[in-house]
C-alpha cells in the first residue's frame, strides 16, 4: 500500500507543479499538499519499519536530516536556475524530477 500512495503523491505533486506553470492558477498548490501528504508519512512509516526498535530514533533523525537538508539544496538549486534559465523551466524541470 505504501507503493501506491508515494507514487500516487508524487505524481499529485508534479501535476500541481505542471497545472501552475502551464495555467498561472497559483491556487492549485493545495494540490501539491494533498499529494505531500499522501507521500510524507509513508516515508516515515518505511524507515520506521525496517529499522530496528533501538536504532530507530537515529534511523529517523537522519531521515529528516537529509530530508530538510534536500528543502536548503533544493532551494538553493532553483535560485541558481531560475536565474540562469528562468522559473518556468525550473518548475517544468521540478515536476519531471518528482516523477
Known amino acids: 500500500m505504501e ?3 508515494n507514487v ?18 497559483f ?3 493545495n494540490i501539491f499538499g494533498a499529494g505531500s501528504a499522501m507521500v ?3 516515508f516515515l512509516a518505511v ?9 530507530r530514533p537515529q534511523s529517523l533523525g537522519i531521515f529528516r536530516f537529509w530530508r ?15 536565474d540562469l534559465f528562468g522559473l518556468g523551466t525550473v518548475i ?3 515536476a519531471m524530477l518528482t516523477v
Open 27 to 29: 491556487e492549485l498548490w
Open 40 to 42: 510524507y508519512p509513508n
Open 3 to 5: 507503493y501506491v500512495l
Open 92 to 94: 517544468i524541470g521540478t
Open 68 to 82: 530538510d537538508f534536500g528543502y536548503v539544496a533544493g532551494a538553493v538549486a532553483a535560485g541558481v536556475f531560475s
Open 8 to 25: 500516487t503523491g508524487n505524481k499529485t505533486v508534479a501535476f500541481s507543479y505542471l497545472k501552475t506553470k502551464l495555467n498561472q492558477h
Open 47 to 55: 524507515v520506521a519499519e525496517n529499522t530496528h526498535p533501538v536504532q
